[in-house]
């Protein structure tokens, strides 16, 4: 299965700043997947990095608040703009190997955000 | 509105005995499910799952039960061990025909291993 390592593990930021979470993987995929875990609640798909292409946001997430950049198969990043303590969570990172089967998903070990 | 729902946030359960974790659905158009475990301060780890065309599927001490008419499925892992103590989550997602999709997730049970 594949090897998926994010930074920063943690950060504590002020509110109004941004953070920029990275996801790398060991191996190429097609497709990658960010999704947020607040406090209590289940784990959430934020949006879908599709190398190549604009992410797709779910509804309830804008671009302009969690930009996803996917420059290659192995990498992503996931910026969280304009923070407020709302934003507080565990953010993670997931891919999907496998193009015919559906497979299932690999995680991060995830960032958790503090935001003051 | 929940499309997910694991009813019970905690579970104790005496080691050598059987876990049976639930978990209910709403969305008639999932059709593929998956059972996750959870550690502290850790990413989720993929454990089990079962396509909606299959009503069970084994894999050494972890069964899953899928009941499409009742919209439920369930995790049974026996027997159990004190490893096994971890938050479980419940997935599924809706094969759009377009490849990967993104997994709708239940909330977690938190299951206990009492010795």
């Known amino acids: 299965s594949a090897v998926i390592s994010q930074k920063p593990s943690r950060d504590i930021c002020q509110r109004g700043t941004s953070l920029t979470i990275q996801c790398q993987v060991d191996?190429?995929?097609?497709?990658m997947f960010w999704y947020r875990q607040q406090p209590g609640q289940s784990l959430t798909l934020i949006a879908t990095a599709n190398q190549g292409s604009e992410a797709t946001y779910e509804s309830g997430f804008v671009i302009d608040k969690f930009p996803i950049s996917r420059p290659n198969l192995t990498f992503s990043t996931l910026t969280v703009s304009n923070l407020s303590p709302e934003d507080s969570s565990i953010y993670l990172c997931?891919?999907?190997?496998?193009?015919?089967?559906?497979?299932?998903?690999?995680f991060g070990p995830g960032t958790r955000l503090t935001v003051l | 509105d929940q499309q997910v729902k694991q009813n019970s946030p905690s579970l104790s359960v005496q080691e050598g005995r059987i876990s049976i974790l639930n978990c209910d659905y709403t969305n008639s158009m999932f059709d593929y499910f998956l059972w996750y475990k959870k550690y502290p301060a850790e990413g989720p780890t993929f454990l089990i799952s079962i396509s909606s065309i299959k009503d069970k599927n084994e894999d050494g001490r972890f069964t899953v039960f899928l009941n499409k008419s009742a919209k439920h499925l369930s995790l049974h892992i026996v027997p159990s061990q004190p490893g096994d103590s971890a938050v479980y989550f419940c997935?599924?997602?809706?094969?759009?025909?377009?490849?990967?999709?993104?997994?709708?997730f239940g909330k977690g049970t938190h299951l206990i291993i009492q010795p």
């Open positions: 997935a599924a997602s809706v094969d759009s025909g377009g490849g990967a999709d993104g997994l709708t």
């Open positions: 997931s891919v999907e190997e496998g193009l015919v089967v559906r497979n299932e998903q690999f």
């Open positions: 191996s190429q995929v097609t497709m």
